[in-house]
């Protein structure tokens, strides 16, 4: 329930058509929504405003008044306006009842000329070589707004180049248009107020002091925020023109906050991972840690055949002998270590192999708990561990019955182990509890300590490689997509258990991760009414946020 | 910490912190100029130690060592000498009298110039040249605000006026006798003195006691038992227009004020002046500063404000202490601090030191470098300092003759004020005449009473022998140029340059404006290019740099008159000064804009035959043609997406139903 109080709206003339906005709206964001785009480096919207770049320049009129402070009421009924003749910024100016705006006249465009001509006298134009071509404001403004042609016959300023900013961030202070946006990102959203401007005039170059360098978990923001190139990232610096890159809308997997990003690859290959905007989960931000977290992906230890015994063996052969082995063992002598990691549909039919192996109690997820930094990184860094407790493959506390799984393991109570996407030896076994197991049933990506225990081993997908939903620590539900193939044989997670639960139980009927998320939503109520593609591309709110912590 | 800061060091840091109840990170300058004072220049560790000391980033005071040029990295001499660069002291050879103290020092600048040593640094800073002994060290520095008797040198903290290329050699043994402010000659019959009535006036000494016993603080007593609301509505009455530059009525500006709200008020005295061509301030933080005082303490309480700071330009060292021993002076005699003359009302003030930056002269650039940040003058709206000022309160900048005549209004009312002058444009000005005349110097005239030709010719004795009048900027080097000869239509009237009477409105319909009263005169003898040069290198120096067409432009403008001065000027390039100027002015953040745009505007528009003779070389010639973007639009056909292609058998079924 909105308990806000009621805003008024206020009349805004936008290029000749009167329309309504929210009394607080700034110029620049009515003209948006009015779909008459202004063009701006420094106006950022999560960002104060400082208007130093000049480019949001508008022609602004308010109505004509009477004498009396009354508008002058034209024959069109609507007040007549009266020109102010000086420019104004549209970025930090909040509408007023009657204001009118030009986004585009002779004296507009006559200052976006100026303004983009005097960005470019002193920029090196380096475009062929760099990293921002192809998503540079520069660029762009410039085709749109600029002159074909320099008159500048003079020397420019040089400034320092390939500045290390800090351990992930370069500078280019030549490319630099001083906008300001990291020195405000730092200091309003990380809270971390170590960039500045060092010199005075047209020598202002952006700078850290040497012993305070750009270390923070979020620099690299500053560079998704950077409108041209003069910040870059040192890890994707000169790897990859970014118009090659396909790019594929998903969420990060590094924490239960669920940022939402954008995976850039080309080829199968992943380059740069780069934050997308969703206010009701990170906003336009997202940390370092996360965003450089893929090279494992393609590591060439990946695994990428099913295993029996160390010997390789066709998929059904091993999905026939994980199911013979786990049918073999009475329910009370299985035990099954999830992961939180996992998507919803993979944790469904995790479920039902639960079920139909009837384990009862023996099965949980491995917490990973780290510290909140009070920013997007949540204390939980399992990305599902809400859907985890909301299929019931953990308790509310995650974790609680790795103790009971790890002594039966150890007093032999428990004679087979499956883990999906899990490292026992995380959960306090160790290989030689495991050596004891008469059946070892690992799914995973990479080599561990208890792939090299597998009795059966079933390569599968990482995160970027599948499809599929998670909810957040908050209780949103939000979607997986895939990116990049996964390499070798290894297979789709949900398609594995599926299989397993079918030659387990025999039944049928999934085809699709559609017709998983279908019986999952059948049959767990806060999915109800919801499939993959009503998840949209920012997500929905299953569960109250309070009731989801 | 490899070095160890004196005891008496840290007991002036901590007295100048204390001055800045609201935050500490104000402290930045005092303690950088503290810090230089002692130790000679700001080294790494200083910058490391003071922003420790003010729990600040290291990088915000990287920022201000950078920005403000006063402040050095490296040693300067043991005796440092800064010779004013700007357009008044050119005229009157400071170029020849750097050359001659570096000369006389024994530093090579030419070698040192081609050793790119004043790149070492920082990119805008002032270059400073040391002897190879550490004895001397040079400097060119911008406006030192002493036009009236360039060229002016400052030695250490001593200012040396009317200083010759051939005295260069005296500089540097300079004592402290030597370098007095020089007596002036009693006023002109045509002056009305009232701001400056005790200026260079015999047996006046800026002390206490002779200010009391000239009938001084009298006007606080009166002002203390009216109301703020009845002073405020004096200051309106009077008509006083603020005396910076831009001429805006001081009591509409005070009115702004909403006394009693959740927020404390401040008042901040504007003496950072730096217009070049203007040095009246000066005289009353010199000679006068407990006028000033009484101006703040009753402008203070006509506000509420019960913190009022002076900022101080950093080239007045000398000033500074001045007006902190008249405010001690105040304190002790009970008209400062608590309870003032028993009324109930408390205010303090304090000295606030800039240290060589222009742009702190715009009130929310002073804002800003008072709270210890750059000097970035502030958006506005919102910004507008009666609302959102210094630490987000409300805030009233007056500069320091206005301050001054608030004194005056208490004492003979507002009505009577407004009779001084013309309507509109009440009560005296200060005009500071420099350049070309025989007398040059400050003038206090009643506003408008006086002819642009009577003061030329009458008061400041002319032209000097066999010179013609060629060019006048009216009000600080930002004004436009007047050029001698031109008439003016002003309500109907055509009057020439010399008939145009001094007076804000006037000078405004003439094109102009009235500024900081900062007169200049050019006489024939003076090239038009070279004159615009060295204002384009001021401004470019001064930019903030904060916003695009400023930052990029004033440097660009500087650029193409300095190649013309080498002969490489193209016939494009005074169009292109125009278009440049026209860029800037009314785009920029701050008036800015307009103070680095209007000189090239007026100068190239009125003198352009000078500048075409001097851009005559061919433009280089452009890329070779091949197409324009229009063209290049033009020639790509793009098939539409929904045109069949080849037959329509090929058309490929929609992926869903594949």
Redesign the interface.
Known sequence: MSTATEVPMLNVQIDGAWMQFPKGTRAIEACRQATKFIPHYCYHPKLSSPGNCRMCLIEMGLPKMTPDRKPVVGTDGKPEISWIPRPQISCALEITEGMAIRTSSPMVEECRKGVMEFLLINHPLDCPICDQAGECKLQEFSVEYGNAQSAFLDQKVKKPKNVELGPRVTLDAERCILCTRCIRFMSEVAKDDCIGIVDRGSYNTIACHPDKPLVSNYSLNTVDICPVGALTSTDFRFKMRVWFLKETKTIDVNCGTGSNIIIGARENVIYRITPRDNDAVNGCWLPDSHRLNFKYVNDERRLKQPMVKGEPVEWRTAIAIAAEMLKAHASDTIALIASARSTNEELWLTRRLIEELEIDKQHDVIPRAGEADGLLVAADRNPNTTGAHLLNICTTRSGARLKKIADGVRSGQIKALVCLGEDATKAGLTEDDLRKLDALVVMDILPNKTTAHATVLLPASAWCEKRGSMINVKGRLQRLNKAVNAPGQSRDDWEILRDLVQAVSGSNGLHMIEDVFKQMAGKVKEFDGLSLSKIGDLGVQIIEEEAAK | MFFQVPAELLAAIDEANSHYPVSKRSASLPLLHLWQEHFGFIS?EA??WIAAKLEQ????I??LV??Y?MFRRAPAGKRHIRVCRTLSCQLAGSYELRDAVAKAAGIDLAKWEEEGAHHAN????NPIAVSADGEYSVEFVECLASCGSAPVAMVDDMLKENVCADQAADLLKLRKSDATLPKVLPPHPKERRIVFKNIDRKGWTNDIECYVRDGGYAELKKALKMTPDAIVGEVKASGLRGRGGAGFPCGTKWGFIKRGGPKPTYLICNADESEPGTFKDRYILHQDPHQLIEGMLISCFAVDARLAYIYIRGEFPEAAQIVEKALAEARAKGFLGKDILGSGFDCEIYVHRGAG?YICGEETGLIESLEGK?A?PR?K??YFPAVLGLYMCPTIVNNVETLCDVKHIIAMGGAEFAKIGKPNNTGTRILCVSGDVVKPGYYEVEVGSLTMGELIYDVCGGLKEGRKLKAVIPGGSSAKVLKAGETYNVKGKTITLEEIPMDFDTIAACGSMAGSGGVIVMDDSRGMVEALNNINEFY??????????C??????MK??TD?ILDGGG?E?DPD?LV?IG??IA????CAFGEACSWPTQSFVAKFRDEFAGKSQKQI?P??PPEY??GELIANETIEPVDAPRGNGSEIMAPAATR
Not at chain 2, 57 to 60: A, D, G, L, Q, S
Not at chain 2, 551 to 556: D, M, V
């Open positions: 790494d910058i490391k980033e290291p990088i915000h990287l920022e950078t920005f040029p920082a990119g805008h800073g930056a750059r970035y958006i709206p919102p470019a120096h001064e930019s903030c740099g904060q916003c695009t067409p930052r990029e432009g004033a440097l660009w650029k193409i190649r193209t494009r292109m278009k026209d860029g009314g785009k920029t953040i280089p452009p890329m324009s973007p």
